[in-house]
Structures are given as C-alpha cells and as structure tokens.
C-alpha cells in the first residue's frame, strides 16, 4: 500500500528484503552521508524478524542507506536477544523500548519493521503511520476485514509508504514464472490448483520456549491490543498461530501466499465466491485452529469480469 511521497527508495529496499534471505557478513562499512541515513525500527523480536527479515536487511542496508536504530519488543527475553544480535552484527548501538509507546517517543526513527503477531499487524502499522512513519509490515495486513480498511484507511490519509511482506513477490522464479504467463505462452488459465503440505506440529509448537514465558517478564494486555481481556496464557503468546482470534493459521500462514500469488498471476481482483471444508484431524494438541483445509475459490466466467 505505497502512499505518496515515498522516501529513499523504501519500497526498493523493502521489495529486496522481503525475498532475500542469504546471511551476510557481520558488519557492513560505515556509510555515507549519514543525514540521508533511514534510521529504522524494529516493532518485534520473532523467529521471522532474526532468520530472514535482519539477514537481508543487513545485507542491503549499507547500499540503500538504512539503519538500525532501536528495538521495541514487550518480552524481556526477546528485548535482550534483540539488541545483543543487532548491536554485534552491525558493531553499533541500538536503542532498547520497552513497548512502541517508548520507541515512537524517541522521534529519531524514519521507518519500522513490523513483525508481531498475526492480529497485531494491523494495529501496528496504523500506530507506526500515524507516527509518520514508513512500515515494512509481515503478511498477513490483517485478519479480519475490518481492521485492513482501518490500515488502508490511515496509509491513505498519512500519505506514509507502507509494504508487505508476501516475499513471493521478491523471488526470481516467481517474477520470471509470472512474465511467462502473462505472455501467452502457457495459453488460457481456466483453473489452478495449489498445494501446501507443511502443517506439520512441530512448525508452529514451541512447548520449550512456553515454558520459559512468565507473565511478569511482558505485559499481557499489550500483546492483547484491541482483543478481549482473558487470563494470561503463554501458548496464544507464543503459539498464536494456533488459537483464534490471534491467528486464522492456515489461512493467515499458508493461503496468503497462494491466493496472493493467483491475483498476482492473473490480475483477478478477487474472488465471487469461496468455500472450505476442514477441521482438527489429526494434531489434537489443545488448537482451536484447524490442521487441515480445503478451499475452493470461483472467480465465475471470464465474460462477466
């Protein structure tokens, strides 16, 4: 959702990290010009942010002039991890907030990396726009319909350059994959199937990590947001893609990347209609999400497009 007035290349960069993944070296030269330096900010230690999101960062900051400047993140654990990493890796200080209240105050960052929770994506890229901040913001936008207008709704009217991270987007193969069908050589698309196999329990399980999670190191009722209050529970913290309404799972994880990748492929604006089947068949661990889904969407016949 790119807004006018995009700065330093933003979307460049954020179109090149969102597909690369390759780790670089540990530090990378000083850079140039340090008033034209993007001082960025992360909004969340996860999995995603340390294995592919600050590998490629690091691996484009120095040419398209970014920087790490602080780390917000509500979990002492992940603050502490954070900072330590991103400190030894690019040989400078980074500031550490407690929450995004604490980073936003700091008024010295340009641009944020947003990657929370499924449910708070939304939320959080309104916060970083309304901060007149740029945002790289992980898939999904949202989860519900609603809160994706209020995100479109605020990029609209703060004129802030906001991207998202379906990182098929980025990838070669894709693009070259994409180019060979909209030339016609593969003829007519009268249907697609995709298939995706990974549901497996140990993906989204983390009973050690669990464990670990007391309530005291991280404030509960900001990781909630805008969701109901209920008692503190480390698996929706940190198996959130397990429970709703803090993550649809397969649809959130698996389908955005395959649906997204149809309209891409097609120019299909969306579909007249969908159905799903599916249930808890088989990792009966306490999830209220399904393990398992079929879907089939009709976007009807050409003629009436």
Not at 21 to 43: D, E, K, L, M, Q
Not at 104 to 119: E, L, M, S, W
């Amino acid at each position: 959702m790119p807004g006018k007035g995009s700065r330093r290349d933003f979307l460049k960069w954020s179109a090149v990290a969102a597909g690369a993944c390759s780790f670089p070296a540990r530090s990378y030269a000083r850079i140039i010009g340090a008033n034209n330096i993007v001082r960025t900010g992360v909004i969340g230690y996860s999995d995603r942010f340390r294995e592919a999101l600050f590998p490629a960062f690091l691996k484009h900051a120095g040419k398209q002039q970014f920087e790490i400047a602080a780390l917000s993140d509500i979990w002492k654990r992940r603050r502490d991890e954070g900072v330590t990493l991103i400190s030894e890796s690019t040989g400078h200080h980074v500031a550490l907030c407690h929450n995004n209240d604490e980073l936003y105050d700091r008024k010295d960052i340009d641009a944020v990396i947003i990657a929370t929770a499924d449910f708070q994506h939304a939320q959080h890229g309104i916060e970083a726009v309304r901060n007149n901040l740029d945002a790289y913001v992980e898939k999904p936008t949202a989860h519900t319909m609603e809160e994706a207008r209020e995100f479109r709704k605020a990029v609209r009217q703060t004129g802030r350059c906001v991207q998202v991270g379906t990182q098929r987007r980025s990838a070669r193969n894709y693009q070259r994959a994409r180019e060979f069908i909209k030339s016609g050589q593969f003829g007519e698309i009268i249907a697609v199937e995709m298939t995706w196999n990974v549901n497996q329990p140990g993906r989204w399980r983390r009973p050690q990590l669990v464990n670990q999670l007391k309530e005291e190191d991280t404030d509960w009722k900001r990781f909630l947001i805008n969701q109901p209050m209920v008692p503190f529970d480390p698996r929706k913290y940190l198996e959130f893609r397990l429970f709703w309404p803090y993550s649809s799972g397969i649809p959130d994880q698996w389908m955005v990347h395959q649906i997204d990748t149809v309209h891409w492929f097609t120019d299909l604006p969306r579909p007249r209609s969908v159905v799903a089947n599916g249930g808890i068949y088989l990792w009966k661990d306490g999830r209220q999400n399904w393990d398992t889904l079929t879907a089939v969407f009709d976007y009807g016949p050409k003629a009436s497009r």
